[in-house]
């Protein structure tokens, strides 16, 4: 396979669908948050007085018209539907938009996420060193135990964004508990865009925004696990972390692509063209 290739086949892993036309339209008020399964969407007309069904698909409740309430209808579906094994509750609220940008307009357990098809976001930090011989990125190897990607390569910071966070406060919240990263060096962390995907699962759709950071950490200052997300740190040329990206399947499924958007922004990629790197460039953002 040719560099391009390589890099190609993890954007296609992370959008292996080619539409979502087969699914149920979610919607709350007049914006389309989610897509859902028809055993989902029969699931839920048992539930008339929370979700309508019309020639658009499904939506909450007309009468459910502010944030608190719609809130609330949702954790008794989402408890009703757990109870019946249609996901797994994980007592994390997060919030739901219909775009990255917008404004929330309700919060749903993230085990419910993608069963509904609605758009998760989350942080992913680029840890780096510069050195005389280039840069160094630090680097995660997730715990054995973990149910997604366990023994894999990951970022040095990486989480979920929960209700009521901005990216920031995510990232420095996750600095301090994966890495014990202090919060005045991991506040330093510089926006780097976003990538995002759209993945079909066993679990529904995963519509995940990913905001891209990157993080400059002095030489010398040694990330530590402090919870059980991580098993070790290791520091390596960020060229060496391209080629497990490149060469192998070592590395998380997402991470795959917040290295190879690290990659593409610090020139270390030989031997594509500009038009293979525009190519890249637009399949890393997939979520309107």
Sequence with gaps: MTPFDRLWRHIEACNNIASPAHL????I????????????ARALSFFPREVHFDGRGAALAGRLRGEGQRTAALERLTQALAGRGHFRLRDEPFDIRATPDGPTLARIDRGALPAFGIMSQGVHVNGFVRRADGLHLWVGWRSRDKSVAPGQMDNVVAGGIPAGLSPLECLVKEAGEEASLPEELAA???????ISYVM???EGLRR?????????IPD???PRPRDDEVERFELMPAEDALRLVAETDRVKFNVNLVIADFALRHRLLDGIGDARRAQLRAGLDQVG
Excluded: I, K, S, T
């Design 24 to 27: 149920v339209p979610f919607r």
């Design 188 to 194: 330093r962390a510089v926006p780097a865009g976003r």
């Design 29 to 40: 008020g007049e914006e389309q948050v989610g897509w859902m399964g028809a055993e989902l």
């Design 208 to 216: 995940d925004v990913l905001h891209l950071y990157d993080l400059e």
């Design 200 to 202: 079909a699962n066993d």
């Design 220 to 222: 010398g200052v040694v």
